[in-house]
Nanobody, 122 residues
């Protein structure tokens, strides 16, 4: 499975951003995909996941202002984040699990993309 993220960049505080992840190399009907993030010197966090049933889960740090969605036909995953703050600055990674039931928060993933950088500053 190959995961290629895009959409990162520099955003002002209070702004919004939509990240995209193009997935390829998998033809199965069931899977879990999502986003995690990691800032320098910090632990991985900010999980936002969705499985093939459309069930979503969000870490507390992004819940309420993030939406993870997917275009299953095109195999593209999206993450919209609103009301960004400097605490949201991080490398955002697209992640994938073959098992759609292994789709939660803080878990290990089978694949991870190279990441897209998000910077939040005025």
């Amino acid at each position: 499975v190959q995961l290629v993220e895009s959409g990162g960049g520099s955003v002002q505080p209070g702004g919004s951003l939509t990240l995209s992840c193009a997935a390829s190399g998998y033809t199965g009907r069931r899977y879990c995909m999502g986003w995690i993030r990691q800032a320098p010197g910090k632990e991985r966090e900010g999980d936002a996941t969705i499985n093939t049933d459309g069930t979503t889960k969000y870490a507390d740090s992004v819940k309420g202002r993030s939406t993870v969605s997917q275009d299953k036909a095109k195999k593209i995953l999206f993450l919209q984040i609103d009301n960004l703050s400097p605490e949201d600055a991080a490398m955002y990674y697209c992640v994938f699990n073959y098992d759609s039931f292994r789709c939660g928060l803080g878990i290990q993933y089978d694949h991870r993309g190279q990441g897209t950088q998000v910077t939040v500053s005025s």
